[in-house]
């Protein structure tokens, strides 16, 4: 047990802050590899896929990547911040704290500042995925400018590029532009064109030098320099918040959490660390899975404050089944 004088005294105030981002960093480093073996079996498909060239896959690794960031910096503090109020505990720290009229929100506070670090970290994750998920659009651009330049790479081998989530196809010639090609959404034809720009929201469409093969055979052929399709249906959604108000809901409520996570296994002195991840993990998991819900449908701002409200309910949920389950569990679990 290391001395209180070392914990509290002078600049010691720092060593339970210290021992917090520690141990946030390696949560956040298993979280975070997890996500990426996750991410990599989803693109894997893509990677190995012979009509789909590797390059094409970047974008979407960039976008798992920043998405798989945030999620990590969300739930990795409260869990580090509940790991190390149990390790507090479990060396009767925390006991001696409370004995010398330290309080669990006094013990919390100074941690305030390295909570509020990890926040700031969350904040720059989510503005970038952020400025993704409010415009799915920019990672269908990339994909169809990814996908175009290595067709010209390969053009001389008559190869054919497929552009995956926008579902076309570029196809290159060695004495001429590739054109991009794909069946009509409605069927009974098929299109071509030089190039095609994706608005963000996904709903329109810029093609140029469009080409229209209709009937099933292709017998009427309509052409056109420049032609813009409004109106559509997208196959993809974007985020309800701007890229700002997401940063904010999501740094603010990881910082919440871990700092309500702490305080909570310091006042129930709970000592075991698989009690204090029940305590420390819920709340993420419940947030996230609200926003992911939300994100889902057309919903107001005002209507993800259920996220943090959500997290911070089950953190006291888990809590209360972490008592219980303390008090039921074995002599050896209650060390």
């Given amino acids: 047990m290391a001395p209180i004088s070392r914990l509290f005294g002078g600049g010691g105030s720092r060593v339970v802050a210290r021992r917090a981002a520690l141990a946030t960093a390696r949560v956040g480093l298993a979280i975070l590899g997890l996500v990426l073996l996750a991410g990599t079996v989803r693109i894997l498909p893509w990677i190995v896929a ?14 798992l990547f920043a998405v798989g960031l945030e999620t990590t910096l969300v739930a990795a503090p409260p869990i580090g911040w509940a790991f190390c109020a149990a390790a507090l505990v479990e060396r009767g720290e925390a006991r001696a704290l409370f004995a010398t009229g330290t309080s669990p929100a006094g013990i919390v506070r100074t941690t305030l500042f390295a909570a509020l670090g990890f926040a700031l970290l969350t904040a720059v994750a989510s503005l970038v995925s952020g400025r993704e998920a ?10 169809v400018a990814e996908s175009r330049q290595s067709c010209g790479e390969h053009a001389a081998g008559g190869r054919s590029a497929y552009v995956p989530f926008v579902g076309l196809t570029w196809l290159c010639f060695p004495d001429a532009p590739p054109r991009l090609a794909g069946r009509l ?6 299109f071509s064109a030089r190039d095609l720009s994706i ?17 099933e055979k292709g017998t009427i052929t309509v052409r056109a320099q420049q032609a813009h399709v409004r109106g559509l249906a997208p196959w993809g959604r974007g985020s309800n918040l701007y890229a700002l108000q997401r940063a904010l809901l999501l740094s603010l409520t990881g910082c919440a959490m871990a700092l309500l996570a702490a305080g909570i296994v310091l006042t129930r002195s709970i000592a075991h660390r698989l009690f204090s991840l ?58």
Avoid: K, N
């Fill in 50 to 63: 012979p009509h789909v060239p590797f390059r094409v896959a970047l974008p979407f690794a960039r976008a």
């Fill in 278 to 335: 029940l305590v420390g993990g819920a709340g993420p998991i419940a947030s996230l899975v609200v926003m992911s819900r939300l994100e889902q449908g057309d919903h107001a701002p005002a209507a993800y404050l259920l996220v943090p409200t959500a997290g911070l309910a089950c953190i006291f949920g888990a809590a209360a089944l972490a008592s219980l389950a303390h008090l039921r569990a074995p002599a050896w679990m209650r060390v």
């Fill in 199 to 215: 608005s963000d929201d996904l709903r329109s469409l810029e093609l140029a030098d469009l080409r229209l093969m209709l009937g």
């Fill in 185 to 190: 959404p409605t069927g009974g034809g098929s």
């Fill in 134 to 143: 409010a415009a799915p659009g920019r990672l269908a651009r990339a994909l």
